[in-house]
């Protein structure tokens, strides 16, 4: 039987989690806010900078209700990723502000 190959937990990517809330005039749908990220981020490190960045936003974790949300970056990146998010601040015609609310290695550290 063939063995899969493994990283060691030392060589693995770290993930940290960034829980964040949008202040905005209107009701944010997630996919205009998914656009909007991922092109201010695009336009300020370009492609090769945002792939190191392992940056993901979490759908299954988007709250249209509070609008609130959840994303994932590696721990090398938090800082550029904070940059990004701050200089979201149209969507369409609304203007919008992303308040983060907390940094966690975990999921269920977001939650205490």
Known sequence: ???????SPSLRERHRYISFKIIS???????DFEQAVWHTLLELYGESGVSKTSFWLMRNLYDAGEQSGVIRCNNLSVQQ??????????????????????????????DK
């Open 81 to 110: 990723i904070l940059a990004g998010l701050g200089l979201v601040v149209r969507l369409g015609e609304s203007k919008i502000v992303i308040k983060i609310v907390k940094v966690s290695g975990t999921l269920k550290g977001l």
């Open 25 to 31: 005039e209107e009701p944010v749908e997630y996919s």
């Open 1 to 7: 039987m063939k063995e899969k190959l493994r990283l």
